[in-house]
């Protein structure tokens, strides 16, 4: 048992030393990223299910580093949350979006809104809902324009902070959405409180729609209770028209994933409203 034991110690160790390699690794990478100017937005369609009118677009942060390549934002988010670097990162980010929205704004391309993904970290910091409205200023983009999601573990860690967070912006006109919804444990009367104007369905559950009924019955009741709740919905990781056909059935607002548009880099993104500006 005592061999056993220090064998299962030894895997331990080389895995934990090759995990904590590659993120500190990617950690001294992604300090300097930001002033070489290695990150970017890619910019993903957010679709009307009844009209298949474009209702906004999601801004997902890429990097690239020349030595450890393309990094996914599921692998390096957590290490700049980590590490405090979220902060700044979140920032450009924010920046960066309601900047290119603007622009097209101006451009009179169809784009109603534009949303961005917040870290858990980003909400808990109490300069937040000025810098949100600093970004807004500077780009001169209205408010209702911004959606903010954040994951229900943004709300739960502090939830009296959280609130006084959420309603500060929702006073400023920005909405909020509640990223990956059904994966976390909030409560209803919570969301409620929140203000929260729409649910994001997770993906884990819109992938087997077309095969598992159990997936049919939780997706159709997070719709009717967000219906009943008074809060949209949109469907995320939408990839066949059997999926697409049951949520405009059950009443989903708009949907989100491949079958509509990948997530593209912001010219190609442009060029992608200019061809529906006439739809
Ligand atoms: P998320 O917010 O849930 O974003 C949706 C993810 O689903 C994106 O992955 C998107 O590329 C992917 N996706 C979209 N349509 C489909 C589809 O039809 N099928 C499938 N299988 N996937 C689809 P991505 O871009 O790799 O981002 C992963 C996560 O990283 C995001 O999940 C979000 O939590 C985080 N993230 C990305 N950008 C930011 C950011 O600027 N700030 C923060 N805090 N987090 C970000
Ligand atoms: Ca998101
Ligand atoms: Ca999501
Ligand atoms: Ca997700």
Same mark, same amino acid.
């Given at each position: 048992a005592k061999r056993g034991g220090r064998n299962r110690h030894g895997f331990f160790t080389a895995d934990l030393q090759a995990r904590s390699v590659r993120t500190l690794q990617i950690e ?44 996914s934002?599921a692998e390096f988010i957590p290490v700049?949350e980590n590490s ?69 573990s943004?709300?739960i860690d *502090? ?7 959420? @309603? ?10 509640? *990223? *990956?919804?059904?994966t976390g444990y ?18 884990s ?11 049919? !019955?939780?997706?159709? !009741? ?18 066949? @028209?059997?999926?697409? @056909?049951?949520?405009? @059935?059950?009443?989903? *607002? ?26």
């Amino acid at each position: 048992a005592k061999r056993g034991g220090r064998n299962r110690h030894g895997f331990f160790t080389a895995d934990l030393q090759a995990r904590s390699v590659r993120t500190l690794q990617i950690e001294n990478a992604l300090r300097r990223a930001l002033e070489r100017g290695q990150l970017e937005l890619h910019y993903q369609p957010q679709v009307s299910l009844a009209t298949r009118q474009i209702v906004g677009a999601e801004a997902l942060l890429r990097w690239r580093h020349p030595e450890l390549g393309q990094v996914s934002p599921a692998e390096f988010i957590p290490v700049a949350e980590n590490s405090g670097m979220i902060l700044a990162i979140g920032e450009w980010v924010l920046r960066t979006a309601v900047h290119d929205a603007k622009r097209w704004l101006d451009m009179h391309l169809p784009l109603p809104a534009i949303s961005v993904n917040l870290s858990a970290v980003q909400c808990r910091h109490p300069q937040l809902p000025e810098m949100v409205a600093r970004c807004l200023r500077q780009a001169g983009l209205p408010a209702r324009r911004l959606e903010l999601e954040l994951t229900e573990s943004a709300a739960i860690d *502090d939830p009296a902070a959280a609130l006084a967070m959420m @309603e500060q912006l929702h006073g400023r006109g920005v909405r909020l959405s509640m *990223d *990956d919804f059904g994966t976390g444990y909030s409560s209803l009367s919570a969301l409620k409180r929140f203000q929260i104007h729409k649910l994001k369905i997770d993906q884990s559950f819109v992938r087997d729609l077309d095969a598992d009924a159990n997936d049919r !019955a939780i997706v159709s !009741a997070i719709i009717r209770m967000a219906q009943a709740l008074g809060m949209q919905t949109t469907a995320e990781g939408v990839e066949t @028209e059997g999926q697409l @056909e049951f949520l405009r @059935e059950q009443g989903c *607002d708009a949907g989100q994933g491949y079958l509509f548009g990948r997530p593209l880099p912001a010219d190609a993104f442009e060029a992608y409203l200019r061809t529906h500006r006439d739809n």
